[in-house]
């Protein structure tokens, strides 16, 4: 038999006797897994358990907040239950753990043999003389002769040691196994030692033992993975859209898509097609749909006019006017639940507008993500603060008070803010709640850096000479930063860049390509008139200006650039002196979203987009929250089907949770003949949108600094 077939008969004849059987390695075993589950539970738990609590956070205390804090944190009597289980657990599991290490520490191990040593039982020193040793065997042999000690057990067994340690000391071969192995015949035979108990194998707990080895390898184990299973494709199923509605969204976008076009869109979703109607849901879902303002009803039967379209159709509906609370506790629990389902597939017509190459439909797509997070329309963006209602909304947006979003409420005086509290009741408390979530609102994000060009190959900016194929780069700085008593200022504004700058300040080409300046807006045709102008030589028989002419020309572009300057320095004047009077309050990040009316909790993200206003959508990142500013790149590349001439581009920066927090930029470029070399760094196109991956849909080589 060869060397592996004697170890696999010794590892069956090991497992099958019970000698082998160690039951203090299983109770080291045992041990060591208890302490490896034990140690961490209980600090953790203890932790816990001792710690103390942390300066509360000023939060909202509206109704709708304290519904969404109760259904997270669980009923008082649940969470007491759940604490004294943890507890007995705990104790349960110590006490096995003490009652064991004593088992181990007072058990009376057999102590080991002793190795076998030939001259030992020959009662002669190690490394004797042949004579010796024949001389020791001699008087061995008679000693324990059988002959000589008939009927004893003991001298017999003490002859056929002697004549094995003679046959050892005596034989080559021994003797070298011997001093090699320990062994005169050679290597020992294999060791098991199986850390379980002995009781395993004992004949009368067959019956049990096999009945917990099928319940947990047959039952137990599979029940488990098919559980896992199960939640696992679930989970992954809830965050990527349907391919058929995937399918469905491209066909149904188009460029005149908006927000409540989209509405319709998502409704239709196949995820939704599975919902449960109830026979009284009809009814229900026509009387809440009485009850919408006329504005915000559903005008026209959807495309696909099936019953479970309807009824998601009018429920979202229902929640973007904030009348969820009306509708039966059946037809709540089921708004929850599409909602719950309901961001992948926002970020699914994304992907369908990103696929059709349409602008104004990808940035109406986040759009809608807003108004879902917050639960009204865009139309009301001042519901976004607690307490206030349609009605509160209409009043802070008439003459009286003409505020129109959350900034321009921030910036309404104090006296006037005593006024609507007063005249619609408010509380203090109510008051005190709007003015915590009005400073977690992000709408005082601005540019605080935005420079556009062509890169060289020393990462220099350059706007001159663009054509067809060109890269863009966007290098870009976000601050978040709000003054007291005042809103966000306003930092949208036009961008000229190349020639058409140098035309308008009077600088020459190459010195204009080093700066970006704000200037005024002006009508793309009244620019295009200006470039065309500039552009159309003289006629053959036109007269050259005198002299004269050429000093008044000269002196007119000199005094309208002063008093361009002029103009610039006193804005800039105004702007450091109102900075200086006011107090830089910096917005603490890590709050989830203010959504009380949208189950769970997620942070805000923010999403650059550009394309030609009105028309192909060409790129957009993803940048995560950030604290108080944000540094990045963003590139571009200028369609190959672009005309030369003049063109308007348009970079939009949306937060995906909160309504009026965009930031717009229009970039005016002038495209010249030609097309631009194949660059080696191409921009990163947008890849489809992926809830998957923790809400990390897309990212930019930007860095954050608090």
């Known amino acids: 038999m060869s060397q592996l077939g004697r170890r696999v008969s010794a590892f069956i004849m090991a497992v099958s006797s ?139 067994e003490m002859y056929l040691g002697v004549q094995k340690a003679y046959e050892t000391l005596t034989n080559e071969l021994a003797r070298s196994n011997w001093e090699k192995y320990g062994n005169p015949d050679g290597p020992p035979a294999i ?25 947990f390898l047959i039952v137990l184990v599979p029940t488990v993975v098919s559980m896992w299973w199960r939640k696992h494709n679930k989970a992954h199923a809830e965050t990527k859209p349907d391919d058929n509605s995937l399918k469905r969204y491209v066909t149904m976008m188009d460029q005149l898509t908006r927000a409540r076009n989209l509405i319709e869109f998502v409704s239709s979703s196949e995820e939704y097609s599975q919902i449960f109607i109830r026979p009284s849901d009809d009814e229900a879902l026509t009387r809440a749909s009485k009850r919408l303002p006329e504005a915000y009803s559903i005008k026209k039967k959807p495309r696909l006019d099936t019953a479970w379209v309807r009824k998601v159709q009018s429920l979202l509906h229902v929640h973007l006017s904030r009348q969820a609370d009306k509708l039966p506790e059946g037809l709540q629990e089921d708004l929850d639940a599409i909602l719950r389902r309901m961001r992948p597939l926002v970020f699914g017509t994304l992907n369908a507008a990103i696929y059709r190459r349409f602008f104004v439909p990808s940035t109406q797509c986040l759009r809608l993500n807003q108004m879902l997070t917050q639960g009204c329309w865009e139309e009301r963006p001042l519901m976004q603060l607690p307490h206030i209602t349609e009605e509160m909304s209409q009043n802070l947006q008439s003459k009286k008070y003409k505020v129109s979003d959350v900034a321009s409420f921030v910036a309404l005086p104090k006296d006037k803010k005593d006024a609507f509290a007063e005249e619609e009741k408010l509380t203090s408390d109510q008051m005190r709640d709007i003015d915590v979530v009005a400073q977690q609102i992000p709408f005082d ?89 500039a552009e159309e030589p003289a006629a053959p028989d036109a007269k050259p200006a005198s002299p004269a002419a050429d000093t008044e020309n000269k002196d007119k572009e000199t005094q309208q650039t002063e008093a361009d300057k002029k103009d610039e320095n006193k804005e800039k004047e105004k702007v450091d002196k109102t900075k200086s009077l006011k107090k830089k309050v910096v917005i603490e990040p890590g709050r989830p979203v203010h959504s009380p009316f949208y189950p769970g909790e997620r942070d805000e993200s923010w999403y650059m987009l550009v394309g030609e206003q009105g028309g192909v959508f060409l ?19 200028i369609p190959e089907q672009e005309k030369p001439g003049l063109h308007l581009y348009t970079v939009t920066l949306m937060c995906d949770s909160y309504l009026g927090c965009d930031q717009t930029r229009h970039l ?26 923790g809400d990390e849909y897309y990212s930019d080589s930007g860095s954050e600094s608090d």
């Open 619 to 637: 790129n957009m990142i993803r940048i995560p929250n950030f604290s108080t500013r944000h540094e990045g790149k963003f590139m571009f590349q």
């Open 191 to 215: 060791v098991i030692g199986i850390a379980l108990p002995r009781w395993l194998v004992k004949g009368e707990n067959n019956a049990i033992v096999l009945a917990v080895y099928f319940l």
């Open 445 to 533: 994000v601005y540019f605080s850096k935005f420079e556009f060009g062509v890169a060289d190959a020393n990462g220099d900016l350059h706007q001159t000479n663009l054509q067809q194929n060109s890269i863009i780069t966007i290098e870009f700085e976000l601050t978040r930063w709000r003054e007291a008593g005042e809103g966000a200022q306003d930092q949208s504004s036009d961008l000229i860049v190349g020639d058409l700058n140098a035309q308008r300040t009077g600088i020459a080409p190459a010195a204009a390509a080093k700066t970006i300046e704000p200037v005024k807006s002006r009508s793309l045709k009244h620019l295009r008139s200006r470039k065309s102008k």
């Open 18 to 156: 019970e000698e082998h059987y160690n039951d203090s390695a299983f109770n080291y075993f045992l041990l060591f897994f208890l302490f490896i589950f034990l140690a961490p539970s209980t600090y953790v738990f203890a932790r816990n358990r001792l710690a103390k609590p942390a300066a509360a956070k000023p939060t909202c205390q509206c109704a709708a907040c304290m519904k969404r804090k109760r259904e997270a944190d669980g009923s008082p009597a649940t969470r007491s239950y759940v604490s004294i289980l943890k507890v007995s657990l705990l104790v349960i599991f110590w006490s096995l753990f003490v009652f064991l290490l004593f088992s181990v520490a007072t058990a009376n191990e057999a102590p080991a043999p002793e190795p076998y040593n030939p001259y030992a039982v020959l009662e002669i020193s190690t490394g004797a003389a042949n004579e010796e040793i024949k001389k020791a065997y001699r008087q061995q042999s008679l000693k324990y002769h059988p002959d000589r000690n008939p009927g004893n057990a003991t001298a017999a």
């Open 668 to 693: 005016r470029m002038f495209i010249n003949k030609g097309t631009a070399p194949k660059p080696q760094q191409q921009p990163t196109l947008p890849a489809p949108v992926d809830e998957d991956s």
